[in-house]
């Protein structure tokens, strides 16, 4: 199914070099290309980092201590939001991310919350090329995995992601509710977001079809941005994580057990071998 909403202001330039043909941009690596530096500036307005600590409380970290997890790879630092928070609480954190300029705004960030970045630059698909240590947990959040656009791009990044960590380590993943918008539903229920926060930025879907999700970012002061995104299915990541071999897998609709329908959903998989049980849990 195709929906089309919020058409874009054609008279806008193209920063982003999306071309004459957005809507057939449905590649991996252009990320690089989407996360330009006016794009990356204007990140946090589109977060809010206040509101989005409260909107999220203590749910990660609750998960990370739960499961005794202590060191952490940020694999999609972004702007720095939960590498920061996470230092902040006391783990060991390394920050990486394969955008240059996303990684340059997350140690600005947190220089100016007093916490020093151990950054690296790597793209998700070649992580265990650039990290050489193992973690108690990898998180990928704020809706980032959705960047990969071909299956195979998705199996090695949760392959690598797998390798990076230890025996019983975790992997926390997130992504928006691409089931409601594939199905004609809204990007979010009611109000704002609990990821995106900002209330600067109206963010919106343009363009939704399987294979891609095309967003659109209105800022306050009349520029314009756009993601496209792969739309991930529920169940389609469930079973991709199993496949890769996590066992167990515990699904979160906006951070909390059993919600129907939220906007967002976390998976928290373990990579624990369990020698009684091959199911994944909800
Ligand atoms: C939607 S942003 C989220 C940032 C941050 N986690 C947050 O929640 O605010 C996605 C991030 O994933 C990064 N990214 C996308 N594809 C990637 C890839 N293949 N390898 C490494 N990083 C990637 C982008 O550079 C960007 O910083």
């Known amino acids: 199914m195709t929906t089309t909403q919020n058409p874009s202001s054609s008279a806008q330039a193209d920063h982003q070099r999306f071309g004459d043909s957005p809507e057939s941009v449905r590649e991996t690596d252009h990320y690089q290309q989407e996360y330009i530096e006016d794009f990356a500036d204007r990140w946090d307005r589109l977060i809010d ?8 409380g203590d749910f990660f970290i609750k998960i990370l ?6 060191s952490v790879l ?23 991310d394969g955008s240059p300029n996303m990684l340059a705004r ?5 220089r100016a919350r007093d916490q020093l970045l151990r950054t690296a630059q790597a793209d998700w698909r070649f992580l265990n090329r650039d990290i050489h ?5 990898v998180i990928c959040l704020g809706n980032s995995f959705t960047h990969l ?4 791009d998705r199996r090695k990044s949760l392959a690598e992601y797998y390798a990076v960590l230890k025996h019983n380590g975790i992997l926390i993943l997130d992504h928006r509710n691409y089931d409601r918008l594939l199905e004609g539903g809204s990007a979010v229920r009611q109000g704002k977001g609990n990821v995106y926060c900002g209330q600067d930025v109206e963010v919106g879907p343009e363009h939704v079809d399987e294979g891609l999700a095309r967003f659109r970012y209105a800022f306050g002061d009349g520029s314009t941005y756009h993601l496209n995104m792969f739309p991930l299915r529920y169940g389609y990541v469930r079973r ?15 951070y909390q057990r059993g919600l129907e329908n939220p906007d967002f959903y976390v998976h928290v998989a373990e990579k ?6 091959n199911s994944v849990s909800d």
């Open 49 to 56: 980092w206040d509101a989005r600590a409260e909107a999220e």
């Open 65 to 70: 201590r739960e499961h005794g997890a202590r």
């Open 74 to 96: 940020d694999v999609a630092t972004g702007t720095g939001f939960h590498s920061v928070r996470l230092l902040k609480e006391g783990f060991d954190v390394v920050s990486a």
């Open 106 to 110: 997350a140690f600005r960030n947190a």
């Open 133 to 137: 240590e193992e973690f108690d947990a």
């Open 149 to 152: 656009f071909k299956e195979k």
């Open 240 to 254: 991709l994580m199993q496949e890769v071999g996590f066992q167990k897998i515990t699904s979160f609709g906006d």
């Open 272 to 277: 624990e071998y369990r020698f009684d049980d």
